[in-house]
């Protein structure tokens, strides 16, 4: 089975700064896709940035880019500029696949980022 | 812009009753899913629907959860007899066709306390 492991559970940085959040996940597929997900508090889970294992170019969404290691299966999120906003947790999440039971997510624990104004 | 609905947004019950969620999905997506949230932990799935059709439910406790999405549209999930231990976020996510790009859109949650 698909596990995904957050071992960070707070980070805070401040304002301006540059943060990373890292995961690490197991699996035996090759193709897969990864995700980042954000939840404010009160608010829905938005998507952050995606990754497709198939492809070596690292993703990047304006401030947010990840470090895909696929060997070392490792996808860590790194955050430019932080904003006020960027407050909330932070979820890898884990999809095997498309369609049927190989589109749902698998999820990490999570991690709650703060920043200082 | 198109939002997954859920109601209601919290809800308190004891111990022993039974306790319905509702999910609209965004329209025109034909995967929905149930996610259980405990604090301070990631979701987890519960159940997946492929229009009316259950794809997944392996991690259901069937014996007091049910699920059901009859004309593909919206879903309910109901709990009976609530326990203790069921006290957590759920949230109902949609998706679109199955494609690379396409992405699972996740309601606002409903809070249960069970008390």
């Known amino acids: 089975a698909q596990t995904v492991t957050q071992s960070q559970p707070e980070m805070s940085v401040q304002e301006a700064e540059t943060v990373t959040l890292s995961c690490t996940y197991d699996?035996?597929?090759?193709?897969?896709?990864l995700f980042w997900y954000k939840q404010p508090p009160s608010r829905q889970m938005i998507l952050v940035i995606r990754q497709e294992a198939y492809k070596q170019q690292n993703a990047t969404e304006n401030r947010f880019s990840v470090n895909f290691q696929k060997a070392a299966k490792s996808f860590s999120l790194k955050i430019s500029d932080s904003q006020l906003g960027d407050a909330a947790m932070y979820f890898c999440?884990?999809?095997?696949?498309?369609?049927?039971?190989?589109?749902?997510?698998?999820f990490g624990k999570g991690i709650t980022l703060s920043v200082r104004p | 812009e198109a939002e997954v609905a859920q109601s209601p947004r919290y809800k308190i019950t004891e111990k022993s009753q039974a306790v319905a969620f509702w999910c609209d999905p965004i329209s025109g997506h034909a995967t929905l899913y149930w996610y259980r949230q405990i604090l301070g932990q990631g979701p987890e799935l519960l159940v997946q629907f492929q229009d009316e059709s259950v794809v997944d439910d392996s991690q259901l406790p069937k014996d007091r959860f049910s699920a059901e999405r009859l004309k593909g549209v919206d879903s309910t999930l109901k709990i009976q007899p609530a326990e203790l231990g069921d006290s957590a976020m759920y949230l109902c996510a949609s998706s679109p066709e199955d494609r690379e790009d396409t992405e699972a859109f996740f309601g606002q949650g409903t809070r249960l306390t069970v008390v």
């Open positions: 699996t035996s597929e090759s193709d897969y896709y």
């Open positions: 999440a884990y999809r095997r696949g498309l369609t049927g039971a190989n589109s749902k997510l698998t």
